[in-house]
């Protein structure tokens, strides 16, 4: 395994664990002095919101790991965000295709709902 592949995988999980134990911290520590049906829809609620971070991750992950082995992207110059399902692109390409071949790579990951391309080309 590529060795950024596996630090981006390492730290994706680490996030979403993160991520769980803090929304369920918070959920639970918000239902102290509520009935039994408000805790569990502020329990429910903050699990979603666990899940939806959790997809992002993800996302980024797999974006992140298709441009890597995309041999006409060069992924240490693109930075990866996603929000959302929202995935954006940023960073610094050496030309138009390569800033077409990196939005097509995003495109193409499961859980995509859209991508904002904001790669620069650079100036020669």
Do not use: W
């Not at 979403?16 to 959920?27: D, P, R």
């Not at 990951?109 to 904002?116: F, N």
């Amino acid at each position: 395994m590529h060795p950024i592949l596996k630090k981006q995988i390492t730290l994706g999980a680490i996030v979403a664990a993160t991520a769980c134990s803090i929304s369920y911290s918070i959920a639970a520590a918000d239902v102290i002095d509520t009935t039994p049906r408000e805790a569990g829809g502020k329990v429910k609620g903050a699990a979603e919101g666990a899940v939806k971070f959790v997809d992002d991750v993800a996302i980024t992950t797999a974006v992140k790991t298709k441009l890597i082995a995309d041999e006409q992207t060069k992924a240490r110059d693109i930075k990866v965000i996603t929000e959302k399902g929202v995935v954006r692109l940023i960073g610094e390409v050496d030309s138009n295709s390569e800033q077409r071949e990196a939005e097509s790579v995003a495109r193409s990951v499961d859980g995509v709902q859209a991508v904002k391309n904001e790669l620069k080309v650079k100036a020669r």
